[in-house]
């Protein structure tokens, strides 16, 4: 079984064909990639098309995982970088290709998990999608013809990682004792504040309500938190809330 400890996960994210899937696969393996997570993809899986297209690259596919949603195919992941070629009102770092794979391999090499967002053919990710992750990738393309097919976009991304897996430096160990926090637990994290707040009667007025959760959200993909942070956040709301009853 592939190693997202030594390697990012490629995530698809509700990919529309087959042979995208396929092609992606056969890009990823190029460059010795083969953790691939599919997200409730149009055509159902397994499809034959993608292991046509696959070719050589089949037993990639084999092991591919499979998710209903995006949050739960970052539930494990520490950082996630999520690749679009539109402007984002999302305040967010934005990571050229070769950046990203640069700081993905340093993460990796100090223990975290690192995954990357590829959006459907049409019209790419969503803005759901996007403020799950952490930093975006922006292909530096036309600005006229912007689209990349996902396979593309997938051969681009591995080529750079390639790059820089022989690049990693000693001083990126430095935090391989620490335990990262997973995005299940930051998710729950989110949802935790979402809910004491809204209780609270933060989320004022309601026609904001929607902006606020975002804002706040993409503040939790902001920050690097470990396992240690997570727990002090929610024993600092919880205790916040026992205060509170006692007064």
């Known amino acids: 079984m592939p190693s997202l400890l030594q390697q990012p996960a490629f995530i698809l994210i509700r990919p529309q064909m087959g042979e995208n899937i396929g092609a992606a696969a056969r890009a990823m393996w190029n460059f010795s990639l083969d953790h691939m997570r599919i997200v409730d993809p149009r055509d159902g899986w397994p499809n034959q098309k993608a292991v046509a297209m696959a ?14 949603t ?18 984002r009102d999302l305040t967010k770092p934005v990571f ?32 759901d999608d ?5 930093a975006i990738i922006s292909v530096p393309v036309n600005p006229q013809f912007a689209s990349l097919n996902l396979a593309q976009c997938v051969l681009l991304m591995s080529y750079e990682w390639q790059r820089h897996v022989s690049e990693i430096t000693a001083e990126s160990m430095d935090m391989t004792k620490a335990e990262w926090a997973s995005g299940l637990e930051v998710e729950k994290l989110a949802e935790h504040f979402e809910q004491r707040l809204d209780k609270a009667g933060f989320f004022f007025p309601k026609t904001k309500a929607a902006s606020m959760k975002v804002n706040l959200r993409n503040l ?25 009853e006692r007064g």
């Open 70 to 87: 995006t949050a739960e195919a970052l539930a494990d992941t520490t950082f996630v970088m999520a690749t679009t070629a539109r402007s």
């Open 130 to 134: 996007i403020i799950r992750a952490n």
């Open 55 to 68: 070719s050589g690259a089949g037993r990639l596919l084999d092991e591919a995982r499979l998710f209903g």
């Open 220 to 244: 939790w993909s902001r920050m690097p938190l470990t396992k240690a942070d997570v727990q002090i956040l929610h024993g600092t709301m919880r205790q916040m809330v026992r205060w509170k």
């Open 96 to 127: 050229s290709p070769e950046h990203a794979m640069a700081e993905a391999a340093k993460r990796i090499a100090a223990g975290q998990k690192v995954a990357v967002m590829f959006g459907p053919e049409r019209a790419g990710l969503e803005n």
